[in-house]
């Protein structure tokens, strides 16, 4: 049974039992199942990736509901909120080493994996055993070539577009918060929508981007290792921009409907710190990825 006590800075409150949690699992792998299968060119691999994306999205819609409810019944007290923001900065930590997987596994083929099988450094037995022909160069599509020649995508063009639009976002939430501590409804709700707008102008080139790389550069998934690195990191980046852009989106209701003040609005500081990492995480990719 749920208590709740929001007086009482003593006593936490504990919610009941939800289902959320194991029907979001199911989801998740309906989801990741599909999506696997559609990838290895399985017929039935897309419409069973696009009914888990629409499972997840509805556990997500009963389950954000279930909490806003709970918060404007007044159950969360003061050792509640700290639990909350305990809670996301570990959520943001686990995203970090997220993505630092990925960034390590592009860091290791290009500082010592390739350079080793050309024969550099240590790397002279394995070259004249493993690969004695092989030359080392990046972008590579190795190994042998895998999926053709390509061409990459120029860091200046709407890789650029792209930076500079999710900056412009980070400062358009700021002016968001700042305008929710100030009390001021319009702005706030003009530079959160205006924020909104930026992350579906990000995903609209993003998609755009990844159109011209499959039609006209030859830039897939499967172009070796420089391939999957690129789709691995902007993809996953991409999938976080897209539940970012959901958030405030969701935020932004909130916001209309009042169910923030100045002194009582953590779900929009977690939105935020959220995509203040999103942010960060598209500058190390526009560096690692685009430019160098």
Known sequence: MALAHPTDSNVYFVPHSSRWPFLGSI???????????????LAWGRPVFFVGLALVLSVLFMWFGDVIRESIAGSYNHQVDVSFRMGMVWFIFS???????????????????????????????????????FSAGWPNNGPAGVGGPFRTIPAWGLPLVNTLILLTSGSTVTAAHHALKGGHRRS???????????????????????GEAYKQLNLTLGSGIYGSTFFMLTGFHG?????GTIMLAIIWLRCAKGHFDRDHH???????????????VWLGLFLFVYVL
């Not at 953590?266 to 960060?280: G, K, M, R, T």
């Open 27 to 41: 989801a998740l792998f309906i989801t990741m199942i599909g999506f696997a299968s559609w990838l290895n060119e």
């Open 95 to 133: 995203e970090v080493m997220f993505f630092a997987a990925f960034f390590g596994a592009l860091f290791y083929t290009r500082t010592f994996a390739l350079p080793w099988i050309s024969g550099e450094g240590d790397g002279a037995a394995t070259h004249a055993i493993l690969w004695e022909s």
């Open 266 to 280: 953590f779900a929009f500081e977690a939105v935020a710190w959220y995509w203040h990492f999103v942010d960060v």
């Open 239 to 243: 999938l976080h921009v897209t539940l």
């Open 188 to 210: 706030l709700l003009f530079w959160l929508g205006l924020t909104v707008l930026l992350g579906c102008t990000f995903l609209f080139l993003q998609a755009t981007e990844y």
